[in-house]
């Protein structure tokens, strides 16, 4: 562990119970969304999605190919299947034409996957391999899965119809502050932090290694930009002016038709948008979902700032000012409860913003983890001393510049796949997944102020 880096959490005495309640709440979560009829699991909503059946057996055919084979050395159960779910193989648009599992045989053959995956858990030592050191590969399917299952919710919120999920209330007293009485942004003084991790066991290779990253000042929004500031952007004639995109930005707004975001309408002289099948008022105290990154940077531009850099950002989720270290996360290094985000995907919708004073950062910004995925202006790349772990395929064929980063995770995630290192990643013209922004400046060079 590097001085400036904060420990992870998770006693090993409790790694076999923790792993194990991961796996099952992953389960859950996956048989709650694929708990519709079968012409809607087999049905593609959209061509940007997978049918809901796909993602059903592929978390099956992965927990099978890296747990039952890999780490458990048993004989595999279904290699037929292995190309069928390889997301390298075929195209989202092309799966629905592809001879997938039926809907019962996938949820039989994910029920015998797991029943192997326990009995290699009770068995295999939790150290030693890369694999299996802090119960990686175990923490790598668990991560994997709840990410299909926020992947499974954007397919639900594209599919036309009535609503068939419905919202869990959020725990009460996250209200502390409103947005209004807390400060617009928040000074993050120059100097260097630890960004990434060296030790976080269950870090997928692109937040490693840690590593010394020195950031000029800066101001950042205490809060996400709120769908009541993005009305004003929109008001003002945000998506008509050129003046406030670039070139690329302006092109993608023009071939798209964009004039507000994904699932919103104007209809009465009222704004309204479709919420997992419930039409409602865009609320204007929510953040700002189902925004892309060029409509972002566009607001940005027009509000007299732009989008943190990659680096900004963690070092807001992380720095301490007064350890000088880096923590997991915003609050400190426990790990994530409902007292500090909206996680988990129970909501259906993001927090008010100035929710959470629990998860405030050390410097007082609210809102980093859950409620929506924010973008960076970075492109998504390699740290210094990168390596490949444990397939290229997770990261390394996507660095370049055609991802832009997100951080922070949404209201859609769950607390195994957000950490103040997680970093996700998506084309700069996505807007069906739970995406939005806060801003920031530089600060003043004479004094950082």
């Given at each position: 562990?590097?001085?400036?880096?904060?420990?992870?959490?998770?006693?090993?005495?409790?790694?076999?119970?923790?792993?194990?309640?991961?796996?099952?709440?992953?389960?859950?979560?996956?048989?709650?969304?694929?708990?519709?009829?079968?012409?809607?699991?087999?049905?593609?909503?959209?061509?940007?999605?997978?049918?809901?059946?796909?993602?059903?057996?592929?978390?099956?055919?992965?927990?099978?190919?890296?747990?039952?084979?890999?780490?458990?050395?048993?004989?595999p159960l279904r290699p037929e299947i292995d190309k069928l779910y390889d997301a390298f193989e075929h195209s989202r648009s092309s799966r629905p034409s592809l001879p997938l599992l039926a809907p019962s045989d996938s949820r039989s053959y994910l029920a015998e996957t797991r029943s192997k995956t326990l009995q290699i858990l009770e068995r295999v030592p939790l150290e030693g391999s890369p694999l299996l050191q802090g119960g990686f590969a175990f923490g790598m399917m668990i991560q994997h899965e709840q990410q299909h299952a926020e992947t499974m919710l954007a397919t639900h919120q594209l599919r036309v119809g009535d609503p068939v999920l419905h919202p869990v209330a959020p725990e009460s007293g996250v209200l502390a502050d409103t947005a209004g009485a807390l400060p617009a942004e928040v000074h993050v003084p120059a100097g260097c932090f630890t960004m990434g991790t060296s030790v976080e066991p269950w870090a997928l290779d692109n937040e490693r290694p840690a590593h010394e990253v020195y950031v000029p000042g800066y101001w950042i929004?205490?809060?996400?930009?709120?769908?009541?500031?993005?009305?004003?952007?929109?008001?003002?004639?945000?998506?008509?002016?050129?003046?406030?995109?670039?070139?690329?930005?302006?092109?993608?707004?023009?071939?798209?038709?964009?004039?507000?975001?994904?699932?919103?309408?104007?209809?009465?002289?009222?704004?309204?948008?479709?919420?997992?099948?419930?039409?409602?008022?865009?609320?204007?105290?929510?953040?700002?979902?189902?925004?892309?990154?060029?409509?972002?940077?566009?607001?940005?531009?027009?509000?007299?700032?732009?989008?943190?850099?990659?680096?900004?950002?963690?070092?807001?989720?992380?720095?301490?000012?007064?350890?000088?270290?880096?923590?997991?996360?915003?609050?400190?290094?426990?790990?994530?409860?409902?007292?500090?985000?909206?996680?988990?995907?129970?909501?259906?919708?993001?927090?008010?913003v100035g929710s959470y004073p629990a998860g405030a950062s050390a410097l007082g910004v609210r809102q980093l983890i859950g409620d929506v995925w924010e973008w960076t202006s970075s492109n998504f790349g390699p740290y210094p001393g990168f390596r490949v772990f444990p397939y290229r395929e997770y990261s390394e064929v996507f660095f370049g510049g055609d991802y832009k980063v997100l951080r922070g995770g949404s209201w859609a995630a769950d607390r195994a796949a957000v950490r103040g290192t997680f970093r996700n990643w998506d084309y700069p013209i996505r807007r069906q997944i739970f995406t939005g922004f806060r801003t920031a400046r530089d600060a003043a060079p004479a004094g950082d102020s």
């Amino acid at each position: 562990m590097t001085k400036n880096e904060a420990p992870t959490g998770t006693a090993p005495n409790d790694l076999r119970a923790f792993i194990a309640e991961g796996l099952e709440r992953a389960r859950r979560r996956t048989h709650a969304l694929t708990a519709c009829d079968e012409e809607e699991l087999l049905k593609q909503h959209s061509p940007l999605m997978s049918p809901l059946v796909w993602d059903l057996a592929h978390v099956g055919s992965q927990e099978e190919q890296w747990l039952v084979r890999d780490v458990g050395r048993m004989q595999p159960l279904r290699p037929e299947i292995d190309k069928l779910y390889d997301a390298f193989e075929h195209s989202r648009s092309s799966r629905p034409s592809l001879p997938l599992l039926a809907p019962s045989d996938s949820r039989s053959y994910l029920a015998e996957t797991r029943s192997k995956t326990l009995q290699i858990l009770e068995r295999v030592p939790l150290e030693g391999s890369p694999l299996l050191q802090g119960g990686f590969a175990f923490g790598m399917m668990i991560q994997h899965e709840q990410q299909h299952a926020e992947t499974m919710l954007a397919t639900h919120q594209l599919r036309v119809g009535d609503p068939v999920l419905h919202p869990v209330a959020p725990e009460s007293g996250v209200l502390a502050d409103t947005a209004g009485a807390l400060p617009a942004e928040v000074h993050v003084p120059a100097g260097c932090f630890t960004m990434g991790t060296s030790v976080e066991p269950w870090a997928l290779d692109n937040e490693r290694p840690a590593h010394e990253v020195y950031v000029p000042g800066y101001w950042i929004d205490t809060v996400p930009v709120s769908n009541g500031d993005f009305l004003a952007f929109m008001d003002d004639g945000g998506y008509s002016n050129p003046d406030w995109w670039t070139a690329e930005g302006w092109a993608h707004r023009n071939d798209d038709g964009l004039t507000a975001p994904k699932f919103w309408r104007r209809e009465g002289g009222q704004w309204w948008r479709t919420r997992f099948g419930v039409v409602e008022p865009v609320p204007v105290d929510e953040p700002v979902q189902h925004v892309s990154f060029f409509e972002a940077e566009a607001y940005a531009r027009w509000a007299g700032r732009r989008l943190p850099t990659e680096a900004e950002w963690e070092k807001t989720a992380r720095y301490d000012p007064v350890s000088g270290r880096s923590r997991r996360y915003p609050w400190g290094d426990e790990d994530p409860t409902s007292r500090h985000a909206n996680l988990g995907g129970g909501s259906l919708r993001p927090s008010p913003v100035g929710s959470y004073p629990a998860g405030a950062s050390a410097l007082g910004v609210r809102q980093l983890i859950g409620d929506v995925w924010e973008w960076t202006s970075s492109n998504f790349g390699p740290y210094p001393g990168f390596r490949v772990f444990p397939y290229r395929e997770y990261s390394e064929v996507f660095f370049g510049g055609d991802y832009k980063v997100l951080r922070g995770g949404s209201w859609a995630a769950d607390r195994a796949a957000v950490r103040g290192t997680f970093r996700n990643w998506d084309y700069p013209i996505r807007r069906q997944i739970f995406t939005g922004f806060r801003t920031a400046r530089d600060a003043a060079p004479a004094g950082d102020s």
